[in-house]
């Protein structure tokens, strides 16, 4: 008897693990597009993409019916960045104070934040739901760019607890700051930044060309250039994601050739259609005179000292 009871429990546990690796690994109830998102309000900007994806920008979504959605589906939410010592004194501080007041307000949120070195963080008070993780670079490593080691950290740490600690994850370069809330209304499988500068231009987007690298997009091909200072989605879509774009980037130095992770990037949304687009809103350089279309900017690019 006794040791049926012990199995019993054995099984108890893990379908309590299996079930919230569940929960964990897309199976959060999404509020239908409908009951959130008016692309009608904005008739002066795309709001939905050729594949029906919604593009947000000011006015075009409710955030009081995501919150009443989301209320009860005790969501967390992870956001990572990547600090390297040169510039963590510089931005890292404004970012993750912004962050802790405007990312998803009033959601349970883990920070995670990648040092290449220990550098102390600034003494910021978590709010109420809010706590974080440092995640160090091993000094065995060596690759040939911050962005490469940035990634290979990302990809270990969501393999092995991030995947599992969060519903939503959101990778932010540490230049960013926010100047208004980051809310529910970005939350999606897997969403994309429009890239500030590329989107209202008419020119030749500048995919890689060449047709020997992991990143070619062939000329006449692609549909939106992306930024890379901002990518999110489920855990396990970003964790597709981040995995991907490593292998060709290592694939290609292999090889001899070299080239940014933000090609990659458009590489893969080319072939991985993003389920959201973030407007030139979030992320916005304030080096560059404001376009009417932008009604306000809720992050924006950090100035270099």
């Known amino acids: 008897m006794k040791f049926k009871r012990i199995l019993f429990l054995i099984s ?21 597009l409908s009951a959130w998102f008016h692309p009608r309000k904005r008739p002066d900007v795309l ?34 960045t990547c600090v390297s010592t040169r510039t963590a004194s510089d931005h890292m501080e404004r970012f993750l104070r ?34 974080f993780q440092i995640l160090m670079m091993d000094e065995e490593w060596w690759l040939p760019s911050l962005k490469l080691m940035c990634l290979k950290v990302l990809e270990e740490h969501l393999v092995s607890h991030i995947r ?18 980051f809310g529910l209304e970005t939350l999606g499988t897997l969403v994309a930044q429009l890239h500030i500068w590329w989107y209202f231009q008419n020119q030749i987007l500048p995919y890689e060309r060449r047709s020997s690298s992991e990143a070619y997009i062939p000329l006449g091909q692609g549909d939106f250039y992306y930024g890379d200072t ?30 940014t992770f933000e090609k990659y990037l458009n590489k893969y949304f080319f072939l991985h259609k993003p389920t959201k687009l973030l407007s030139p809103e979030y992320g916005w350089d304030l080096r560059f005179n404001l376009p009417p279309q932008v009604r306000y900017i809720k992050v924006a690019q950090q100035q270099e000292v």
Not at 110 to 122: A, M, R, T
Not at 168 to 180: A, K, V
Request: glycine letters at 6%; aromatic letters at 14%; hydrophobic letters at 45%.
């Open 164 to 181: 599992e600690e969060v519903d939503f994850f959101f990778s932010m370069d540490s230049s960013l700051f926010f100047q208004g809330d």
């Open 12 to 32: 108890f546990i893990v379908t309590l693990l299996m079930a919230k690796l569940y929960f964990r690994n897309g199976q959060v109830k999404e509020l239908q």
């Open 98 to 131: 912004s962050a802790a007041v405007h990312f998803m307000p009033g959601q349970r949120v883990i920070f995670y934040i990648i040092l290449d070195s220990y550098v102390e963080p600034p003494d910021i008070e978590p709010r109420p739901l809010q706590s």
């Open 47 to 80: 709001t939905v993409t050729d594949w029906l994806a919604p593009v947000l920008w000011e006015g075009t979504f409710s955030r009081q019916a995501l919150r009443r959605h989301y209320r009860d589906q005790n969501l967390t939410m992870g956001l990572a």
């Open 230 to 259: 901002i990518l999110g989605g489920t855990p396990w879509q970003v964790l597709d994601l981040v995995e991907w774009c490593l292998k060709g980037m290592v694939q290609d130095l292999q090889n001899g050739l070299n080239s």
